[in-house]
């Protein structure tokens, strides 16, 4: 049994920023009450202590006070800004305070999906053609062909995305980068178009040491036109959505993309990959999510790892395990 540990919890709970005026789709990401209970009682039931922390105005405050914990189990997402998911970590890291997943630069390269790819492109990972459009005047120099797809550059759960990020010609490319610059303020990823099966892939683990628990398909209801992994399609999956792991040949392009790219990027302990099959069956890395969901049985990382026959409270405990033998790694080399 690992040895127990004081584990302090950082978090955005939706609930909150719900009762400050926030929408819905602002705050998307974040977690729910049974998300964070869910977590805390199975860190408990492996022999950790628990301390609820909140969100990074909390974990100031505690700091200020000079609170401290053997780790940090954090999966604050942040609200403004492209470094957003990295407030945490970067705060944690000058306070020496160990944590869980990806450290501030994976996690702001991974969040601007842009970046993202440049960096898997330069490393020899598939992933769609693309362009950035950080202003109108940007549209005119894309040369990638029809049909394309545009989703704002740096959100989450399908944030931004819909049937109408499917773009057939230039008019359209116009609108619809008009549309998510002025509601999203930020930059617009547009890339080719990635017609094939969709799939994602969940990993655990850091570097060399990480492997695949399984590949997820999604898999739409409504089987007319192509499939749209949208906002509405995340938000509302238990009715619209089929989820089912695949083996075989398939799944193990899918698993070694995912890999390449997590591996590419540095992130760690823990982490989701999403990749889409091209119009000739190539595995093409869509996005990463080095702070993946944990609602036990909403959240892809979850539903993969319980459809593998292993329980939420072994994922969360593996993900603490992860963590502190990572930490104590790099120690034992440093004293080396």
Known sequence: MEMPMNIGLVYDLRSDYLKMGFSEEDTAEFDSEETISAI???LCECGHSVERIGNYFALHK???AQKSWDLVFNIAEGLYGMGRESLVPCVLDAYGIN?????????????????A??????CGVATADFAVVNNLGDIDSINLGFPLFAKPAAEGTGKGISDRSIVWNSADLKRVCTELLVRYSQPVLVEK????????VGIIGSGSEAVSVGVMEILPRNKEGIFVYSYENKENCESLLDYSLVYGDTADRCADVALRAYRALGCRDAGRVDVRLDGDGIANVIELNPLPGLHPTHSDLPMI????GMSYRQLICSIAAKAKARVEHIQESKAI
Do not use: C, Q, V
């Open 40 to 42: 805390e009682t199975a």
């Open 62 to 64: 505690k700091l200020a």
């Open 99 to 115: 944590y869980t997943f990806s450290d501030p630069l994976a996690i702001s390269l991974t969040l601007h999906k842009g970046m």
């Open 117 to 122: 790819k440049h960096i898997l492109k330069g």
């Open 193 to 200: 178009l990635l017609e094939g099966r969709e799939f994602t």
């Open 305 to 308: 790892w319980t459809k593998a």
